[in-house]
């Protein structure tokens, strides 16, 4: 199937199989389910292709020299600890893949759904849907042992909201609050095909991901072992 029918701009949702979009926090809304399962391993599929370069899949390294878990490979941006370029400077300076045109669409649906009038109740949350358009995205591999540290999504020059779907193991998702790594924060279960998008009063707040389950991804992602997760940005940069 081509992506222009997995991913239309009316996305088709799978029926029956969540409870429901579910808000967080004012800004941060929680959609169980959101990926049906042929997405989920058409994507899978997708990332087998990414991770062959022209940038390979890394795993960054902090300014203290500390090597993150979590292996990454970027699209329409390269993101480095705290920047985006256009090439991956600290891996192979080679400029990184463009981003798809069907994610594009992907990361409108997901803003547009997550923040419906009925479920936010807040114009200006349901507004930032109309003119959204991710150009970078992080695709992160969580293998075995693999963890993400409470951190603000701030390197963008845009507070766009940030629209995270998850594909494999589950995890637990902490999600704080804007002033401190600290609680108060909740831990949110996110699943295979879970989206979850955070923006508006809760653009900066600190998340991490603590815990990933092993063993638990579904049989029908795509995914045998291992954590998939894609968040859609905008940089706010030409």
């Not at 985006?84 to 992907?106: C, K, S």
């Not at 609680?183 to 991901?209: M, N, T």
């Amino acid at each position: 199937m081509t992506e222009d029918a997995l991913f239309p701009v009316e996305l088709v949702q799978p029926q029956g199989s969540h409870s429901g979009p579910r808000l967080v926090a004012p800004g941060a809304v929680h959609v169980p389910g959101w990926l049906t399962d042929e997405q989920q391993r058409w994507i899978v599929a997708r990332f087998g292709e990414w991770t062959q370069g022209p940038v390979p899949l890394r795993a960054a390294t902090l300014p203290g020299g500390q090597q993150m878990s979590v292996k990454t490979i970027c699209l329409g941006w390269h993101w480095q600890p705290y920047k985006y370029t256009r090439e991956a400077t600290d891996v192979n300076g080679r400029p990184v893949l463009d981003f798809p045109d069907w994610m594009v669409r992907l990361g409108k649906k997901a803003v547009s759904e997550a923040y419906a009038p009925e479920l936010v109740q807040d114009a200006s949350l349901s507004g930032l849907a109309d003119g959204y358009a991710p150009d970078a995205a992080l695709v992160n591999f969580y293998g075995d042992g693999a963890a993400m540290g409470m951190h603000q999504d701030k390197d963008e020059r845009s507070s766009a909201p940030v629209a995270s779907i998850s594909i494999g193991d589950s995890c637990v998702f902490r999600f704080g609050n804007t002033r401190t790594r600290t609680k108060p924060y909740e831990d949110v279960q996110l699943r295979s095909g879970d989206l979850f998008v955070f923006g508006g009063p809760s653009r900066f707040a600190y998340h991490g991901i603590p815990k990933v389950h092993p063993g638990t991804a579904p049989s029908d992602c795509g995914l045998s072992h291992g954590r998939i997760n894609i968040t859609m940005r905008v940089t706010g940069m030409s």
